[in-house]
T-cell receptor, first 111, second 114 residues
Framework: GENVEQHPSTLSVQEGDSAVIKCTYS??????FPWYKQELGKRPQLIID?????GEKKDQRIAVTLNKTAKHFSLHITETQPEDSAVYFC??????????FGTGTRLKVLA | DGGITQSPKYLFRKEGQNVTLSCEQN?????MYWYRQDPGQGLRLIYY???????QKGDIAEGYSVSREKKESFPLTVTSAQKNPTAFYLC?????????????FGDGTRLSIL
């Protein structure tokens, strides 16, 4: 069935370093890939998304890359700051209501 | 996103009791969704609605019910048939239910069993 695998489950980086989170999806028909940031007890917030007709998208310190052949997409955060500490979720969708979410990555930025 | 309001923030359910979680949005979004979040797992879709007076089951609809009488409102009832209701429940909405529109979430309701 449809599946999104997300790695790593936890990630600790030093402040100022980069963080990379990778997701692999199973359904080749997927064409929309959002990333959400969720702080403890709060709502998931959309931080960046990418559509399948684009290979990379950047927004300040955040970027997402998509490799359709390998069916994986990655979130890159540069110059990490303590406020980047949160759980990050990826998702894949194929143009319908349904998102398939990854299991989340807990990012800890050490000051 | 301040346009989606969930209440209450915390809710306790007794054995055999039905409880209803509220979700209201003022974003004029057509589509609304209910997700369940358990520790160490991704979000799982319970129900969704693309238009008023219509809704569809998601992946884990058993033990839950919804209604969509108004565009702004999509309440979720956790029935006594749901034997393991303890979870964090998130409501979301999007401009429409197709065409890859981002979903925006409320602050969630944490449900526990007494």
């Amino acid at each position: 069935g449809e599946n999104v695998e997300q790695h790593p489950s936890t990630l600790s980086v030093q402040e100022g370093d980069s963080a990379v989170i990778k997701c692999t999806y199973s359904d080749s028909a997927s064409n929309y890939f959002p990333w959400y940031k969720q702080e403890l007890g709060k709502r998931p917030q959309l931080i960046i998304d990418i559509r399948s007709n684009v290979g990379e998208k950047k927004d300040q310190r955040i970027a997402v890359t998509l490799n359709k052949t390998a069916k994986h997409f990655s979130l890159h955060i540069t110059e990490t700051q303590p406020e980047d500490s949160a759980v990050y979720f990826c998702a894949a969708s194929k143009g319908t209501y349904k998102y398939i979410f990854g299991t989340g990555t807990r990012l800890k930025v050490l000051a | 996103d301040g346009g989606i309001t969930q209440s209450p923030k915390y809710l306790f359910r007794k054995e055999g009791q039905n409880v209803t979680l509220s979700c209201e949005q003022n974003l004029n979004h057509d589509a609304m969704y209910w997700y369940r979040q358990d520790p160490g797992q991704g979000l799982r879709l319970i129900y969704y609605s693309q238009i008023v007076n219509d809704f569809q089951k998601g992946d884990i609809a058993e033990g839950y019910s919804v209604s969509r009488e108004k565009k702004e409102s999509f309440p979720l009832t956790v029935t006594s048939a749901q034997k393991n209701p303890t979870a964090f429940y998130l409501c979301a909405s999007s401009i429409e239910g197709v065409s890859n529109q981002p979903q925006h979430f409320g602050d969630g309701t944490r449900l526990s069993i007494l």
